[in-house]
């Protein structure tokens, strides 16, 4: 059986705001649906391990629900406790905290790397992308260097007010990493796949997304 993990952040603070954040719901639980209606046997990988912490849940979305019914999100395990060689893609799910956590956690990256290495793929939707800021391949060179890449936009942003919250504006770390950003319109569908890097530019595209990577994984 094809064997996936969904990643989620651990960061619970927007900034200075006073507000909460975490993984946004219909990023992870979206993927979740698509990813499970494939047969896949799907994971759950977080920053800290334990329960992450959760944003924008909405309590009358039938697939959020179920998703939260049937993972066991109270006892995520850490990266550092998970080794690649078991999946054959990663999907690293967005929400704001992930701009604090994801790319400065060596143990998520070396994960992330691993399951690229061994001919995997790598996904990523909305903030998610923050994770390939700084993820690295084994010779050394950044995985979204020259790849073509969606992610939420400096546009998007603004339009939610938090350009002077988060700690960089996705779009052009991953521009200084190399990587070709491609900007749809604000809050539509898009999603972009490269190779084995699927990645999607908004809550919009979560299920878009999780269908490029299903639609990766069974070409091969």
Known sequence: MTRVLIALTSHAELGDTGRATGFYASEAAEPWAVFTAAGFDVGLVSVAGGRPPVDGLDENDPIQQKFLASVDLDHTPAAADLDASPYAAIFFAGGHGTVWDFPNDKALASLAAGIYENGGVVAAVCHGP????????????????GKNVAAFTNAEEAAVGLTDVVPFLLADALTARGAIHHAGDNFTSQTITDGRLVTGQNPQSANATAEAVVAVLTAR
């Open 130 to 145: 923050s994770a390939l800021v700084n993820l690295r391949l084994f010779d050394g060179s950044y995985l979204v260097d």
